[in-house]
């Protein structure tokens, strides 16, 4: 008789059915829960009474337990190089704003541009050698502050003296680069007051300061004797170069026709036949100058005493630079006023704007001239005036040693070839009349 349920109360499987062949494996149905559970203990502690079932244990029927919630998943713990949370996740209402792209480094060397520049005007991602060391203390090369910084094994440096400070500040104005070359002309009307001596040691103390090449050109019409002022390497002539032109190709070329001083001035000869000198014209003076000017950086001219001769005119016309020199005296300061007379009346008035005056006095002493009033006449004409003192070496008229000249003289020198240089930022000069050149 099969037994009937009752409310409340298991069925129990084996009473309705034959028992199973084999009993699969714990856990191995899926689509069953465990219905085999452990014996059930009563409350004093004794084991319940129980029907063995297949497997020693009370079967029971499963009733499913409900469905609990899935807990949410905990957090990550944070890991070692890692942001928790990430900032920059797109999906917290909180992110910030994704970065800009970096900007790839600009070579310093292209220099500051637009918005690169502070409000100061400097470039903020260059540095610098004064941002980054202390000033330093020049050593004094002369004088009793040399002598001090010697005898105190260099604990005590006062620095060089203004008077070094001056010349270095000289010597920086006069290596200003120069793009192209630049042509100066030396000029005066009377004679013996210094012209060919000024070109001379002006050239000197450009070709020992810079790097560059500096030629001297001696287009005087009549036998000149710049060639006598350094020592003489070659017998040619201008005529020799411009009768050689086309085979001249480099500078090893040209430098066949030049003598150079100890201080690397080169200086081309003038033609010492006064027949041949008369024929020197402005298509001569530009020839050679087209020569020259491929090799030299600076070219000075020393022109004769005549300001009618056809090379002159060559000479004036392609002057960056006019120097005037005149001397001490009466007739060598009306000989000069006469000149700026002469240029302004030929159309020259720019180039008289660009002269430098130079008082050259080739005498011990200047008698009873007033150097104030003759300094303010030419000053008010013309850009500047440099006064050279008296020095004996030059007043030889040999060979010129810089190393023989006087301090003084010296200094002069420095002043007027820095004077010069302060032309050389442009290739037709600071001082330059845009207007001349169109004429």
Not at 70 to 89: F, I, M
Not at 278 to 290: H, I, Q, V
Not at 337 to 364: F, K
């Amino acid at each position: 008789m099969t037994e009937q349920p009752t409310p409340n109360r298991p069925v129990r499987p084996w009473a309705a059915a034959p028992a199973p062949a084999a009993e699969p494996a714990r856990g191995t149905d899926p689509d069953r829960t465990d219905i085999y559970r452990a014996p059930v203990v009563n409350g004093n502690g004794t084991a319940a009474a129980a029907r063995p079932g297949p497997t020693g244990l009370t079967p029971i029927v499963a009733r499913p337990e409900p469905a609990e919630e899935p807990s949410p998943p905990e957090p990550e713990p944070p890991r070692r190089g890692r942001r928790w949370p990430n900032p920059n996740d797109p999906l917290r209402r909180d992110a910030p704003e994704p970065r800009p792209p970096l900007t790839p480094v600009r070579d310093a060397s292209q220099g500051p541009t637009g918005p690169e520049l502070g409000a100061a005007g400097a470039y903020g991602g260059e540095l610098s050698r004064d941002m980054l060391f202390k000033p330093l203390q020049r050593r004094p090369v002369s004088g009793w502050r040399r002598w001090l910084y010697l005898v105190t094994f260099g604990l005590v440096n006062l620095g060089e003296s203004p008077q070094e400070a001056r010349y270095r500040e000289l010597v920086a104005r006069v290596n200003q680069p120069i793009r192209g070359n630049q042509k100066i002309a030396t000029l005066s009307l009377k004679g013996g007051v210094g012209k060919t001596t000024t070109t001379t040691v002006l050239g000197s103390t450009l070709a020992s300061l810079r790097g560059d090449h500096v030629v001297a050109v001696d287009a005087n019409p009549d036998r000149g004797t710049l060639a006598a002022r350094v020592p003489s390497q070659t017998v040619a002539t201008v005529r020799d170069l411009l009768d050689d032109a086309v085979n001249i190709e480099r500078y090893s070329d040209v430098r066949a026709f030049t003598s150079q001083a100890p201080s690397r001035l080169e200086v081309l000869a003038s033609e010492r036949d006064p027949h041949k000198a008369e024929a020197f014209s402005e298509a001569d003076y530009r020839g050679a100058l087209d020569v020259l000017e491929h090799f030299y950086s600076i070219i000075l001219t020393d022109c004769g005493t005549g300001l009618t001769h056809s090379a002159m005119r060559g000479v004036l016309d392609t002057a960056n630079t006019l120097v005037l020199v005149a001397s001490p005296a009466l007739d060598g300061a009306q000989s000069a006023a006469a000149t700026i007379d002469w240029l302004d009346a030929q159309g020259y008035s720019a180039l008289v704007q660009r002269t430098v005056v130079v008082i050259s006095c080739a005498r011990p002493g200047v008698g009873g001239v007033n150097m104030d009033q003759l300094v303010e006449h030419f000053a008010a004409r013309t850009r500047t005036v440099v006064v050279i003192p008296y020095d004996q070496h030059l007043a030889e008229g040999s060979e010129v040693d810089l190393d023989r000249l006087h301090p003084a003289t010296r200094n002069a020198f420095m002043e007027l070839a820095a004077l010069v240089a302060d032309d050389f930022a442009t290739p037709t000069g600071r001082h330059h009349d845009p207007m001349r050149a169109r004429r």
